[in-house]
T-cell receptor, first 114, second 113 residues
């Protein structure tokens, strides 16, 4: 089975710019969750998409937005980048949106904002 | 607020030593619990999970975890660690009916050969 793939692997942006991160979910999975992992911390939930609809959101401002496509791949968009947005962004897919579906993670995108 | 606390940020052990990593959670309801592991250069992957039933759950590579409801704990154990267990370990919780998996800050384990 094909695992979760994320692109790009690394990205450097300037404060105020916009960025789009991409994720292909694992085969057979219809749910994608995005996480932000700052250095030395655990992953922090940004939002989840289930069958192309936002299914829930964490404590992130509206400049963090997303999409899920009919093939269940997903994008994370961040507008007006701030220095504190520098982090590893993780995408995780799951078989379903329920609590009994473990997350399958990609390798992440390392975003640096200067 | 929902949260997960991992007691140790860094642990160093010699091969064959026993391992116990602490995890406590704060959540006002029924939960599902997970341990995820990230080996060097690899992605986060599931080590084991608890949904219901026997509170002692076994995962891959000889790991096990015990859910103690009264203590809101889900500690990870392994009787004898190997050098290949060097990794970062994350405890995580999700509430019944929830959509958000909450992670602890992680514990970096280094096993000396």
């Amino acid at each position: 089975e094909t695992g979760v793939t994320q692109s790009p692997t690394h990205l450097i942006k300037t404060r105020g710019q916009q960025v789009t991160l991409r994720c292909s979910s694992q085969s057979g999975h219809n749910t994608v969750s995005w996480y932000q992992q700052a250095l030395g911390q655990g992953p922090q939930f940004i939002f989840q998409y289930y069958r192309e609809e936002e299914n829930g959101r964490g404590n992130f401002p509206p400049r963090f937005s997303g999409l899920q496509f009919p093939n269940y791949s997903s994008e994370l968009n961040v507008n007006a980048l701030e220095l504190d947005d520098s982090a590893l962004y993780l995408c995780a897919s799951s078989f379903d949106r329920g609590q009994e579906s473990p997350l399958h993670f990609g390798n992440g995108t390392r975003l640096t904002v200067t | 607020a929902q949260s997960v606390s991992q007691h140790n940020h860094h642990v160093i052990l010699s091969e064959a030593a026993s391992l116990e990593l602490g995890c406590n959670y704060s959540y006002g309801g029924t939960v599902n619990l997970f341990w995820y592991v990230q080996y060097p250069g690899q992605h986060l992957q599931l080590l084991l999970k608890y949904f219901s039933g026997d509170p002692l759950v076994k995962g891959i590579k000889g790991f096990e975890a015990e859910f103690i409801k009264s203590k809101f704990s889900f500690n990870l154990r392994k009787p004898s660690v190997q050098w290949s267990d060097t990794a970062e370990y994350f405890c995580a919780v999700i509430g019944t009916g929830g959509f958000k998996t909450i992670f602890g800050a992680g514990t970096r384990l280094f096993v000396k050969a």
